[in-house]
């Protein structure tokens, strides 16, 4: 398994990963693809190649608009996207979706983390996550925020990240509906 840059080239799998058994509502499904395609967009004129295979790496810049992008893959938006892809056969093992947070120093919010369902319980997501983290810091990011439901998974996402290293930083119930709450994770990097 390695970890690249999203290609346009793995929309399809990513959109059947986040559709079945991902346990996402069809709004959420929703958000997720219009994440992945602003990620996606190649509108950036400073895409360049790199290591991870379509984006580059590199320190925080400030745009006109406030927010820090960095130079390479990230799109006009700031969202980036990293692919987790078998080995032999390219096939899309899982992603995750992830961008700087506007108006603060350093710090990012992690908008999806997706492991298809054949592929969990074998350290995809943990490889993926730390993938991005290293990534993160190497560009001088500091911290690293989860909004996510309660019921995620069963509870199954809150185990996640407590054992990726993330701290319960606030919850707010009820949130999402009655019974489901709203789950407040960081982890510094
Ligand atoms: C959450 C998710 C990304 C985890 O991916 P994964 O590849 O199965 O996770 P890993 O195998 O890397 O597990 C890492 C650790 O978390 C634990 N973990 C992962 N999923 C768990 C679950 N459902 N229940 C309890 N613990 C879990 C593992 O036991 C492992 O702990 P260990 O290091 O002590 O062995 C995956 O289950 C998923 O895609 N779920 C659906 C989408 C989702 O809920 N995403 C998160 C919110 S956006």
Do not use: H
């Not at 996207?81 to 096939?91: G, K, T």
């Amino acid at each position: 398994m390695r970890i690249r840059s999203v290609l346009p080239s793995d929309r399809s799998q990513l959109i059947d990963i986040l559709s079945q058994g991902a346990g996402f509502r069809s709004e959420e499904v929703a958000c997720a693809i219009e994440l992945l395609d602003a990620a996606l967009d190649p509108s950036d004129p400073t895409q360049e190649k790199d290591a991870w295979g379509a984006g580059g790496l590199g320190p925080p810049r400030t745009t006109a608009g406030g927010s820090e992008p960095s130079q390479g893959s990230v799109n006009k938006d700031g969202y980036e996207a990293r692919v987790a892809v078998a080995n032999d056969n390219e096939r899309v093992l899982g992603y995750a979706c992830f961008g700087t947070t506007p108006m603060t120093e350093a710090a990012y919010d992690l908008y999806w983390l997706v492991v298809a369902e054949d592929a969990r319980g074998q350290g995809i997501g943990a490889a993926l996550f730390a993938g991005v983290a290293d990534e993160l810091k190497q560009r001088g990011g500091r911290i690293i925020r989860v909004e996510t439901s309660s019921l995620e998974g069963q509870g199954g996402a809150r185990r996640f990240y407590e054992k990726t290293g993330f701290k319960l930083s606030g919850a707010i119930p009820d949130f999402y509906r009655q019974g489901d709450d709203l789950l407040l994770f960081a982890k510094v990097l």
